[in-house]
């Protein structure tokens, strides 16, 4: 473990950038209990809270903390169900969770519908930000409980998915396959607003490496669901790619994010790929919060191969190191599974997990808060003191 040497100034700013403990805490509380720790640890100085999040679930919170006002309207949900759900709003810049209204956390425990799930929510929630005068629409596009490539979200916008016999299609990838004609006359006209896509995944819509592929079974898709969906999202690429001038986009890295919705986002309306933490940072004005700092501390609920593909962790990491003068990053977990040689890889220059505390996973999932604090006193004995 890298300590400041005995010399160095002491630290009077710690800024504190955390994800969520998935299954556990939100990035708002994690980032709340590592400060508590590190009060009664003793340090007196500034704490700066900015938690972040990737595009997935949290992203919302993330811009309520960043000062977005948070905007709840009623939605369709995965399966058709009406839920309420929220975005993110702020001069002209709204900030959409997709799994706000599409995502997992919607459906009972241990229930899917990978078949059946539709992101129509998102064309809504995409209209009510765009009717309370939004220009630029951020859409963060994980934890999505869906595969039917965004196209009940173009259902939401206005367009027309029909059978050959003239019929609606029903919601869902499955129905894609049925589909014999798109209408377009409906749409709403959405080019004044301008697009960004949030995420961390550059998967293509099709393939070995696409959607149903990769995510369907993590949606609850049988080896035979993921053929039925691959079948329905390769015809709903034909179709929507001869409807939209400018070329393919079911190739274009980020199509196959949530079930496609990425696919639909990219080739309707325009949407640029950029990935998520890098977005939610520069919304959060992450830069001007670091002027002073001496120390940030990052985390999320595991630190492991997936830390080092760009999750927020590593993007706080990149943002910290554009910095001038640069500053020491260091994370906190639940449990951690990367080696010494791979954090520094990474740089981040220390790592402390609750499992270092309570190696009894099912008690730091549950007692997660108080453990957190107790890991922030060790924080601030190597690094405040």
């Not at 990219?266 to 959060?284: D, K, S, V």
């Not at 962790?313 to 260091?330: E, F, K, S, W, Y």
């Not at 010494?340 to 007692?367: F, K, M, N, Q, S």
Request: glycine share 14%; charged share 20%; aromatic share 4%.
């Amino acid at each position: 473990m890298d300590l400041p040497s005995s010399d160095s100034l002491p630290i009077t700013k710690v800024l504190l950038a955390p994800d969520k403990f998935k299954g556990s805490l939100p990035a708002a509380e994690v980032a709340a209990r590592l400060s508590a720790g590190l009060v009664r640890a003793g340090f007196d100085g500034q704490i700066v809270s900015v938690p972040v999040a990737d595009g997935g679930d949290g992203t919302v919170d993330a811009a309520v903390a960043a000062d977005f006002e948070r905007v709840d309207v009623p939605a369709t949900g995965p399966t058709g169900q009406l839920v309420t759900a929220s975005f993110a709003l702020r001069d002209g810049v709204a900030v959409i969770e997709a799994a706000q209204a599409c995502g997992l956390v919607l459906l009972p425990p241990g229930e899917f519908a990978p078949l059946t799930a539709t992101t129509r929510g998102v064309g809504e929630l995409i209209r009510a930000a765009a009717g309370l005068g939004a220009t630029r629409i951020v859409l963060g596009v994980g934890g999505s409980a869906t595969t039917d490539g965004g196209a009940g979200l173009l259902q939401a916008l206005g367009a027309r998915l029909t059978d050959s016999a003239g019929q609606e299609l029903p919601p869902g990838g499955a129905a894609l396959s049925r589909l014999a004609a798109l209408d377009l006359s409906g749409l709403a006209d959405l080019s004044a607003v301008e697009f960004q896509l949030a995420s961390d995944v550059d998967n293509p819509l099709l393939g070995p490496s696409g959607a149903a592929a990769v995510y369907g079974p993590q949606k609850g898709a049988s080896p035979q669901d993921v053929t039925v969906l691959e079948a329905g999202l390769a015809r709903w690429a034909d179709v929507a790619e001869a409807a939209v001038p400018g070329g393919p986009a079911r190739d274009a890295a980020g199509a196959g994010a949530a079930g496609g919705l990425g696919f639909a986002a990219l080739l309707f309306l325009g949407a640029r790929m950029r990935p998520g933490i890098e977005l939610l940072l520069e919304l959060a004005s992450f830069g001007t919060r670091l002027d002073g700092a001496g120390l940030v501390i990052t985390g999320e609920g595991s630190l492991d191969e997936q830390t080092l593909r760009g999750k927020a962790p590593v993007g706080v990491v990149r943002a910290v190191a554009a910095h001038d003068p640069g500053l020491p990053v260091i994370a906190v977990a639940g449990r951690r599974a990367l080696t010494a040689d791979e954090l520094h890889g990474a740089g981040i220059v220390a790592a402390y997990a609750l499992t270092d505390i309570e190696p009894d996973i099912a008690r730091c999932i549950a007692d997660a808060g108080p453990l957190l604090e107790r890991l922030a006193g060790q924080v601030a004995a190597d690094w405040l003191g």
